[in-house]
T-cell receptor, first 110, second 113 residues
Framework: GENVEQHPSTLSVQEGDSAVIKCTYSDSASNYFPWYKQELGKRPQLIIDIRSNVGEKKDQRIAVTLNKTAKHFSLHITETQPEDSAVYFC?????????FGSGTRLQVQP | DGGITQSPKYLFRKEGQNVTLSCEQNLNHDAMYWYRQDPGQGLRLIYYSQIVNDFQKGDIAEGYSVSREKKESFPLTVTSAQKNPTAFYLCASFPSGGNTEAFFGQGTRLTVV
């Protein structure tokens, strides 16, 4: 089955710096790769996604890159702000279901 | 107010008891999913359903059961066979399949006492 690995598990950056979170997946049939943000005690919410026919996608301060050959994709957050502090999950689709990574706790220090 | 609703928010269960977690959506989504969230382990798939009266096991289905009698509802029963049920449970719905945005409920925190 699909295995999604996510690194790092925790990440601390200074406000204004960039943050990068990386994920790898195992199922070559996966073609949809979303990223979710979960604030403490709240439900996960989609922040950006990418499909396998696209190599990069950007939405304001957030960007995602995908390397299908290497089976890895990354989330990039620029000009980080304290409100970016949360747990971030990557995911990949497998047999009509999403498999999630183990999460990265991002802390942005003011 | 459209969305996906889980109830209750907090649930306490005695060892040996079965409990049922509710998940209802009015988004007219075909697909509904149950995930379990433990600290440091992300979201793990328990069961999912693509259509009414049909569902499939996920990665950690042992000790759980589900039903899908109505499109809007996908209840999860945590049975006494689940040895470590204390966790945060999230229900999600998709317009179709697993290659679109997932809409999550607010979650149910289950504690065994």
């Amino acid at each position: 089955g699909e295995n999604v690995e996510q690194h790092p598990s925790t990440l601390s950056v200074q406000e204004g710096d960039s943050a990068v979170i990386k994920c790898t997946y195992s199922d070559s049939a996966s073609n949809y790769f979303p990223w979710y943000k979960q604030e403490l005690g709240k439900r996960p919410q989609l922040i950006i996604d990418i499909r396998s026919n696209v190599g990069e996608k950007k939405d304001q301060r957030i960007a995602v890159t995908l390397n299908k050959t290497a089976k890895h994709f990354s989330l990039h957050i620029t000009e980080t702000q304290p409100e970016d502090s949360a747990v971030y999950f990557c995911a990949a689709n497998r047999r009509r279901a999403l498999t999630f990574g183990s999460g990265t706790r991002l802390q942005v220090q003011p | 107010d459209g969305g996906i609703t889980q109830s209750p928010k907090y649930l306490f269960r005695k060892e040996g008891q079965n409990v049922t977690l509710s998940c209802e959506q009015n988004l007219n989504h075909d697909a509904m999913y149950w995930y379990r969230q433990d600290p440091g382990q992300g979201l793990r798939l328990i069961y999912y359903s693509q259509i009414v009266n049909d569902f499939q096991k996920g990665d950690i289905a042992e000790g759980y059961s589900v039903s899908r009698e109505k499109k809007e509802s996908f209840p999860l029963t945590v049975t006494s066979a689940q040895k470590n049920p204390t966790a945060f449970y999230l229900c999600a719905s998709f317009p179709s399949g697993g290659n679109t945005e997932a809409f999550f409920g607010q979650g149910t925190r289950l504690t065994v006492v």
